[in-house]
């Protein structure tokens, strides 16, 4: 159990309305992810963080802002919410075994966001 | 282009059958990392594998193996005697160091028939 809980676990909402979904983790990483999942598509990165107030954009970030004002919270909000948004989304951490900067851990996630918007 | 390719959308087997599930990456990068998961019909994401570009060395846990081959760029699954417990969608990931982004196939989906 790598301590990661997203909230809302379901949520559903209009076009246009702003959402904002949650990330947290107990366990103090440094780096955490966002995905999303669609049929056909795997799972695409939206954003990413290496630390508190460093995030970066994934290859599909237009629509999405993060931020990161806590080591244990990483927030996810789409500002005005499209269609195109509903997914499944995931909140991920990397756990690295040696803590060095070229060490890659693996990916732990979350148990995943769905968003449905009307 | 596509980091990792995994051409199989959707994979069937009866029970007891052994099955590869194939993942193709792309990278410029001497050191990187692959990965396996797997998402049962639950929806979790599960780790499996983690390998490093300079361990080709194989893998088997169990019923499951894992065929690393640089030359290929390859780094294909087998489950052997499969079982229904196995049907799942399976992802096979690149992970670049440094940046420490994360390239997902499509994923394969197997189904298990008993």
């Known amino acids: 159990d790598a301590g990661i809980t997203q909230s809302p676990r379901h949520k559903v909402t209009e076009t246009g309305t702003p959402v904002t979904l949650r990330c947290h983790q107990t366990?103090?990483?440094?780096?955490m992810y966002w995905y999303r999942q669609d049929p056909g598509h795997g799972l695409r990165l939206i954003h990413y963080?290496?630390?508190?107030?460093?995030?970066d954009k994934g290859e599909v970030s237009d629509g999405y802002s993060v931020s990161r004002s806590k080591t244990e919270d990483f927030l996810l909000t789409l500002e005005s919410a499209t269609s195109s948004q509903t997914s499944v989304y995931f909140c991920?951490?990397?756990?690295?075994?040696?803590?060095?900067?070229?060490?890659?851990?693996?990916?732990?996630f979350g148990e995943g966001s769905r968003l449905t918007v009307l | 282009a596509q980091k990792v390719t995994q051409a199989q959308t959707e994979i069937s087997v009866v029970e007891k059958e052994d099955v590869t599930l194939d993942c193709v990456y792309e990278?410029?990068?001497?050191?990187?990392?692959l990965f396996w998961y797997k998402q049962p019909p639950s929806g979790e994401l599960v780790f499996l594998i983690r390998r490093n570009s300079f361990d080709e060395q194989n893998e088997i846990s169990g019923r499951y193996s894992w065929n690393f081959q640089k030359s290929t760029s390859s780094f294909n699954f087998t489950i052997t005697a499969s079982q229904v417990v196995d049907s799942a969608v399976y992802f096979c990931a690149l992970s670049e160091a440094p940046g420490n982004q994360f390239y997902f196939g499509t994923g394969t989906s197997l189904t298990v028939i008993p």
């Open positions: 990278t410029r990068d001497t050191t990187y990392y």
């Open positions: 963080s290496y630390g508190v107030k460093d995030t």
């Open positions: 991920a951490i990397s756990v690295h075994t040696s803590g060095g900067a070229l060490d890659t851990g693996e990916l732990f």
């Open positions: 366990e103090n990483h440094r780096y």
